[in-house]
């Protein structure tokens, strides 16, 4: 079975500073999504960055990339420039292409500082 | 629809009712998905519906836990004999068609319905 860990249960950041949350997963599968989804404290889950594993580029979209080692089985969110609406719990999430489920890590808050 | 829209957004149940939760996914979109998700961690998957057919259950923590989605749109996730461990928020998502090494659709997610067992 997929198991995703993210190692850092809190994390914080200043405003404007950059800011890297970790993710590690397991998977036999060679062919698989990784994603990184954001969770405000109203609960509505929101899509931030999507990682095709056959894709070597890293994924980026504006201020956020990430850093996609397929070898160690890592994948780390890194946010630019940070802001207070990032502010939020970060959940790592591993999906293979055959299977619509999504398997996810426990999360990551993080605290941006003003 | 606009998005995923679960109701209710809240619900307390005392130990050992039946409770159902509703899903409206978005228009049009074929997979549906349940979540769990207890407090402080991940979303935990339950089941998978591709239109009416439930192709996986095999989240369902009991045989206290049952889904549908009869007409392959709105799905009801219904708890019976709730016990304090189903206090959690069940989030559904739903996307275009997910699975079976198809062409990659997002999952759109719900904002939850946070149940309290008391």
């Known amino acids: 079975a997929q198991t995703v860990t993210q190692s850092q249960p809190e994390m914080s950041v200043q405003e404007a500073e950059t800011v890297t949350l970790s993710c590690t997963y397991d998977?036999?599968?060679?062919?698989?999504?990784l994603f990184w989804y954001k969770q405000p404290p109203s609960r509505q889950m929101i899509l931030v960055i999507r990682?095709?594993?056959?894709?070597?580029q890293n994924a980026t979209e504006n201020r956020f990339s990430v850093n996609f080692q397929k070898a160690a089985k890592s994948f780390s969110l890194k946010i630019s420039d940070s802001q207070l609406g990032d502010a939020a719990m970060y959940f790592c999430a591993y999906r293979d292409t055959n299977a619509g489920k999504s398997t996810f890590g426990d999360g990551t808050t993080l605290t941006v500082k003003p | 629809g606009a998005g995923v829209s679960q109701s209710p957004r809240y619900k307390v149940a005392k130990r050992g009712q039946d409770v159902a939760l509703r899903c409206d996914p978005i228009?049009?979109?074929?997979?549906l998905f349940w979540y769990q998700q207890a407090l402080g961690q991940g979303p935990e998957f339950l089941t998978y519906f591709q239109n009416e057919a439930q192709l996986d259950k095999s989240g369902l923590p009991s045989d206290r836990f049952f889904a549908e989605r009869p007409e392959g749109s709105v799905s009801t996730l219904k708890i019976q004999r709730t016990q304090q461990e189903d206090s959690a928020v069940y989030l559904c998502?739903?996307?275009?068609?997910?699975?079976?090494?198809?062409?990659?659709?997002?999952?759109?997610f719900g904002p939850g319905t946070r149940l309290t067992v008391l």
């Open positions: 998502a739903s996307s275009l068609l997910s699975g079976q090494g198809l062409t990659y659709n997002e999952q759109f």
């Open positions: 990682q095709e594993a056959y894709k070597q």
């Open positions: 228009s049009g979109h074929v997979s």
């Open positions: 998977t036999s599968e060679s062919d698989y999504y």
